[in-house]
């Protein structure tokens, strides 16, 4: 008896039992009976895809689940996308004032301006060049240069200037400061600045500046050699020095 009792008591051997068979004993109990033995799991096994889910699985998952929401166009209303064409520069142009002696375009090969702006160098003497400058329309100029006995003839709007020749001489016919007057019309930058080449085409008017800075900070910090100046040629009528 006491078998028997121990028997019926045990869970384990209750759930085996085949339906219909001592219903008594297989009534559910209330909420506060102890957990399900191994048995009965084992007899309802969970579904692998409730049970394990792994962050990646999940995350596809949500990514899915979204492309889903994403309306999608009706196949026969889709238009083709529109091919995007890369925006080309334009190269800067540089002009290079200067002798045929020095070839700067050497020194620009493969340079570029922020990177993606190609630099075209074009390079003549002052007595090579005539230009047109406009109050809206920059300057254009005009360049004819021989180059190994070949005459070029080209026209362009220079971005930059850079002056590498004087452009007055007391030699015949080297005066080319109208070209740096209009140069200076049409609003080019270059370097030197068009208003220090201009004025750097009359020396005593340079040297007045020395003059300037020579009483401003005193021959002892700024010496300075002792000139004389005449307008011209014409004789003087005083006798004596004015000091």
């Not at 001592?22 to 969970?46: F, V, W």
């Not at 702006?117 to 230009?131: C, G, P, T, Y």
């Not at 009359?202 to 010496?223: A, D, M, N, R, T």
Request: aromatic share 10%; hydrophobic share 35%.
């Amino acid at each position: 008896m006491n078998f028997l009792r121990r028997r019926l008591s045990d869970s384990s051997f209750v759930a085996n039992l085949p339906n219909g068979y001592m219903p008594d004993l297989q009534r559910p109990e209330s909420s506060s009976s102890s957990p399900a033995s191994p048995a009965t799991e084992r007899r309802h096994p969970q579904p692998l895809a409730a049970s394990f889910s792994s962050p990646g699985s999940s995350l596809f998952s949500s990514f899915s689940g979204a492309m889903k929401q994403t309306p999608q166009a009706p196949s026969g209303l889709m238009e083709p996308p529109t091919p995007v064409t890369p925006v080309v520069q334009r190269p800067r142009i540089l002009l290079v004032i200067d002798d045929a002696h020095t070839d700067w375009s050497k020194y620009f090969h493969g340079k570029k301006v922020n990177g993606d702006i190609e630099i075209r160098v074009e390079q003549a003497e002052f007595s090579e060049l005539n230009l047109a400058a406009y109050v809206t329309g920059g300057c254009m100029v005009d360049m004819q240069v021989v180059r190994n006995g070949t005459k070029i003839v080209r026209s362009f709007k220079p971005d930059f200037i850079l002056v590498r020749q004087h452009a007055y001489s007391m030699a015949l016919a080297e005066d080319y400061r109208s070209l740096v007057i209009g140069l200076q019309y049409g609003g080019l930058p270059a370097v030197n600045s068009l208003y220090s080449v201009y004025n750097f085409c009359s020396k005593p008017w340079v040297f007045s500046q020395l003059i300037k800075i020579f009483h401003s900070l005193g021959p002892e910090k700024f010496p300075l050699v002792e000139q004389t100046f005449f307008p011209n040629h014409k004789p003087m009528h005083f006798t004596h020095s004015l000091r």
